[in-house]
C-alpha cells in the first residue's frame, strides 16, 4: 500500500531564504507526482506535475525533483517570500484511473 | 483562465439528511474526482469517474455516496443519509487525461464544507 510522508511537518524561515521541502512515498511504481498549495480554508492550487519519466520541473522560483529508486521528492523554493507561507501537499498518482495519494502536507511561514 | 466552480460553498444539515454537493468541471475535461479533507487530516480519495462510470472508489465511499454527471456540465456528489463524521471539506477535481497519457494535471475546486449536526 502507497505510503506519503512529508518532512518536516512545519517550517517556519526569514524571507529571501531558499528552502527545501521534502516527499518521501514507499512504492516505487508511480505515473506521477504533484505538487499543491493549499492555503488556510481554500482549495488546493497545483504548482508542479512530473511524470514518472521526468526528473525535474520548474516553474518560476519553484523547482521539483523526482527519484522513484530512493522513493522522494523534493520542492525547492528560491528566495522565499511571505506570500509563501501556506501549506505544501505532495500528492502521487499510483493508479492509472487518476486517483491521488496526498501526503500531509509541510505548513511553511515565512517571515519578512 | 478555467477552473473548477463548487457549490454551495459551505453546508450545514442535519445528521439523517440527504445532501447534494455541486461542481462544474473545466470544460474540456473529461476525468472527475471527489476528495475530501477532515479538519486537519490528510485530503482523502473518495472517486474517480468517467465516461458516466465510476472508475476506482476508495473503502469511504460505501453506499451511502453516488456520483452522478446529470448533464454536460455538472458533476455531483450525494451523500444519501448523513453522519457526523461526514463532516469536512469535500473537493471536486478534473483533468483532461489519465496519469498514463499528457496533460493529467488536476486541478481543484475551491471546496465545499459540510457540516453535519
Known amino acids: 500500500k502507497q505510503e506519503v510522508t512529508q518532512i518536516p511537518a512545519a517550517l517556519s524561515v526569514p524571507e529571501g531564504e531558499n528552502l527545501v521541502l521534502n516527499c518521501s512515498f514507499t512504492?516505487?511504481?508511480?505515473?506521477?507526482l504533484q505538487w499543491f498549495r493549499q492555503d488556510p480554508g481554500k482549495g488546493l492550487t497545483s504548482l508542479l506535475l512530473?511524470?514518472?519519466?521526468?526528473r525535474e520541473q520548474t516553474s518560476g522560483r519553484l523547482n521539483a525533483s523526482l527519484d522513484k529508486s530512493s522513493g522522494r521528492s523534493t520542492l525547492y523554493i528560491a528566495a522565499s517570500q511571505p506570500g509563501d507561507s501556506a501549506t505544501y501537499l505532495c500528492?502521487?498518482?499510483?493508479?492509472?484511473?487518476?486517483?491521488?495519494?496526498f501526503g500531509q502536507g509541510t505548513t511553511l511561514q515565512v517571515k519578512p | 483562465e478555467p477552473e473548477v466552480t463548487q457549490t454551495p460553498s459551505h453546508q450545514v444539515t442535519q445528521m439523517g439528511q440527504e445532501v447534494i454537493l455541486r461542481c462544474v468541471p473545466i470544460?474540456?475535461?473529461?476525468?472527475f474526482y471527489w476528495y475530501r479533507q477532515i479538519l486537519g487530516q490528510k485530503v482523502e480519495f473518495l472517486v474517480s469517474?468517467?465516461?458516466?462510470?465510476?472508475?476506482?472508489k476508495s473503502e469511504i465511499f460505501d453506499d451511502q455516496f453516488s456520483v452522478e454527471r446529470p448533464d454536460g456540465s455538472n458533476f455531483t456528489l450525494k451523500i444519501r443519509s448523513t453522519k457526523l463524521e461526514d463532516s469536512a471539506m469535500y473537493f471536486c477535481?478534473?483533468?483532461?487525461?489519465?496519469?498514463?497519457?499528457?496533460?493529467?494535471?488536476?486541478?481543484f475546486g475551491p471546496g465545499t464544507r459540510l457540516t453535519v449536526l
Open positions: 512530473i511524470q514518472s519519466s521526468q
Open positions: 512504492d516505487s511504481a508511480i505515473y506521477n
Open positions: 469517474f468517467y465516461n458516466n462510470e465510476i472508475s476506482e
Open positions: 500528492a502521487l498518482g499510483s493508479s492509472n484511473t487518476g486517483k491521488l495519494i
Open positions: 470544460s474540456n475535461h473529461l476525468y
Open positions: 477535481a478534473s483533468s483532461e487525461a489519465l496519469p498514463s497519457q499528457r496533460n493529467n494535471e488536476q486541478f
